[in-house]
């Protein structure tokens, strides 16, 4: 059985950083995609960032130059740097980590920035 843990999140103010990290266990095989996911308060759960095995970014307009994603292959974990972050990034943060069969969701982690 596959589980993700997720780390990092918490309250920042308007400007800070914070790291999230997740990291997959159990029997998972040729991981080729990575990604964080998040869903704001009475909103649909939207794309923040993901990464392929071959190392290729996607980010959502409004994170773009300000939130960086990175993966570690090796380690089956995920990485999501947030800096400059703003009220409007508030949301729990879901990582996804991915193969050709299945998807792997984690259970969330709160971020919440506010002064």
């Known amino acids: 059985q596959v589980q993700l843990a997720e780390s990092g999140g918490g309250l920042v103010q308007p400007g800070g950083s914070l790291r999230l990290s997740c990291t997959a266990s159990?029997?998972?095989?040729?991981?080729?995609?990575m990604g964080w996911y998040r869903q704001p308060p009475g909103k649909q759960r939207e794309l923040v960032a993901r990464?392929?095995?071959?190392?290729?970014?996607n980010y959502a307009d409004s994170v773009k130059g300000r939130f960086t994603i990175s993966g570690d292959n090796a380690k089956n974990t995920v990485y999501l740097q947030m800096n400059s972050l703003k009220p409007e990034d508030t949301a729990v943060y879901y990582c996804?980590?991915?193969?050709?069969?299945?998807?792997?969701w984690g259970q969330g982690t709160q971020v919440t920035v506010s002064s």
């Open positions: 996804n980590i991915g193969n050709t069969w299945s998807d792997y």
């Open positions: 159990g029997r998972i095989f040729l991981i080729n995609r």
């Open positions: 990464i392929t095995s071959g190392g290729n970014t």
